[in-house]
Nanobody, 128 residues
């Protein structure tokens, strides 16, 4: 079973940047898609970005397109989310997750996630 630990969250002003990291242990994530999700109070968890196992293909939600970039370093077993031009509506708890076995070429949508992989989350707060 994989253990995912997110870091890099914090409080920033609108227009600022943060880089989230997700360190994996327990098994190599190199054969699985990976994704970032976020959940604001009173809202459902939503997908933010996903990346295939190789890192070649990435997918981002329309709400963050052009501002957020997902990447991975399989040698370090780590996933990243670079967030630029942050807006107050980006404020949420951010979670990383791994895809189930066999999802190496997938965009890592919610239905493809290994539910035992969820990290504890890292809080992002953007003030106006």
């Amino acid at each position: 079973q994989v253990l995912l630990v997110e870091s890099g969250g914090g409080s920033v002003q609108a227009g600022g940047s943060l880089r989230l990291s997700c360190a994996a242990s327990g098994y190599s994530i190199s054969s699985r898609c990976m994704a970032w999700f976020r959940q604001a109070p009173g809202k459902e968890r939503e997908g933010v970005a996903g990346v295939t196992a190789s890192g070649i293909r990435t997918y981002v939600a329309d709400s963050v397109k052009g501002r957020f970039t997902i990447s991975r370093d399989n040698a370090k077993n780590t996933l990243y989310l670079q967030m630029n031009s942050l807006k107050p509506e980006d404020s949420a708890m951010y979670y990383c997750a791994a895809g189930r076995a066999g999802t190496w070429a997938s965009p890592c949508t919610r239905g493809q996630i290994d539910d035992s992989s969820w990290g504890q989350g890292t809080q992002v707060t953007v003030s106006s």
